[in-house]
């Protein structure tokens, strides 16, 4: 019995190492898979609504379509413009970031003479601002304009299928309800559905709600590049605890170079910071009320692995995707402790 449940674990071991290979190597494929099925789960309530209104599923499919494409081509037009705004106006700041630069080297006391030896008089911002651009990092973690576009069709493609297969299993149910008079057992779908699109749903409303809020922070103080920042502050709102800091860096450097250290700077970092701790501490969890179940440890190791996993990509996704593992163990008698672990104290 000691040696079969040896053996056991050391094959769990194995099958997960594969498991994470292969969602490494493959992630192309599945993280549109994700992404899809995640969509699905949105469009759920509309397919049903649909399907009870006897619309053809082709329609239904249509209609979810055409919704995803205008959505994500305003989004990636808005998106690409304000990259390319960014890097057409940044370098105009070259002068203001070479005479702060100056003045920390004057106040810290390190001769200008023996900076010049290291760096030049110029500093070379431009070559700096090329290596470290937005754009650079964009592009390195979404790939070229063109592999986004391939991602979305697959994400597309694989919700096509999905949505199918979801609606032949609805209409069956469906049957056997008008037929029997009882109602099916819900299956492990029907339990990590509803969970999962209240999170996405929630997540999304507090996450506009705090880009706008930002934007008009930003605006009203003057600073530039308010379309790109709202929308990191968007998009990095679907990290918890970090994304919201990290999204708040760049429009504090961009003061930064606009302005200089003046009071510009710490009004901008104080109201975001505020701004933050108000969404994230007080208005996010009466909203979200238990949310997805997950101790704040598992919250934050899941960050870490799916960063490791599917880079940043992976950190949007992971809340997700790991109260969807969560939900899925929860009733076999083998992860009972690691379930109630991912749990924490309810």
């Known amino acids: 019995m000691r040696d079969s449940k040896i053996v056991e674990i050391c094959l769990m071991i194995i099958a997960f190492a594969v498991l994470m290979f292969i969602l490494r190597e493959l992630q192309s494929i599945f993280i549109p898979l994700t992404f899809a099925v995640f969509l699905s789960f949105l469009f759920a309530p509309l397919n049903r609504f649909l399907l009870n209104h006897k619309f053809p599923v082709a329609i239904n499919l249509i209609i979810m379509v055409v919704i995803i494409l205008i959505t994500f081509s305003l989004v990636g037009t808005v998106v690409y413009t304000s990259i390319q705004s960014f890097v057409?106006?940044?370098?105009?700041?070259?002068?203001?970031?070479?005479?702060?630069?100056?003045?920390?080297?004057?106040?810290?006391?390190?001769?200008?003479?023996?900076?010049?030896?290291?760096?030049?008089?110029?500093?070379?911002?431009?070559?700096?601002?090329?290596?470290?651009?937005?754009?650079?990092?964009?592009?390195t973690t979404m790939g070229s304009f063109i592999d986004f576009i391939v991602k979305l069709l697959l994400t597309v493609f694989f919700m096509i299928f999905i949505v199918l297969a979801r609606s032949k299993l609805y209409l069956r149910k469906h049957a056997e309800l008008e037929e029997s008079g009882t109602k099916p057992k819900p299956v492990l779908y029907d339990h990590i559905e509803p969970q999962v699109r209240r999170y996405l749903i929630i997540k999304t409303i507090i996450s506009i709600f705090t880009g706008l809020l930002g934007m008009l922070i930003i605006?009203?103080?003057?600073?530039?590049?308010?379309?790109?920042?709202?929308?990191?502050?968007?998009?990095?709102?679907?990290?918890?605890?970090?994304?919201?800091?990290?999204?708040?860096?760049?429009?504090?450097?961009?003061?930064?170079?606009?302005?200089?250290?003046?009071?510009?700077?710490?009004?901008?970092?104080?109201?975001?910071?505020?701004?933050?701790m108000t969404i994230g501490n007080l208005v996010e969890p009466r909203v979200m009320g238990t949310g997805l179940k997950l101790s704040p440890i598992i919250i934050l190791i899941s960050l870490i692995f799916w960063y490791w996993v599917w880079g940043p990509i992976g950190m949007i996704v992971a809340v997700p995707l790991t109260a969807a593992i969560s939900i899925s163990i929860q009733d076999l008698d083998s992860f009972k402790v690691v379930s109630s672990i991912m749990k924490g104290a309810e």
């Open 88 to 139: 057409r106006e940044f370098p105009k700041y070259e002068q203001q970031l070479s005479e702060l630069w100056t003045q920390i080297l004057l106040q810290s006391g390190i001769p200008l003479e023996q900076m010049d030896t290291m760096f030049s008089s110029q500093l070379f911002w431009m070559e700096i601002v090329d290596r470290l651009s937005l754009a650079r990092v964009v592009s």
């Open 219 to 276: 605006w009203l103080l003057g600073i530039d590049f308010v379309i790109i920042s709202g929308l990191l502050l968007f998009i990095l709102n679907y990290i918890p605890n970090f994304g919201s800091i990290m999204a708040s860096v760049f429009p504090v450097l961009v003061c930064l170079a606009q302005y200089g250290i003046s009071w510009r700077l710490f009004l901008v970092a104080g109201l975001l910071f505020a701004l933050q």
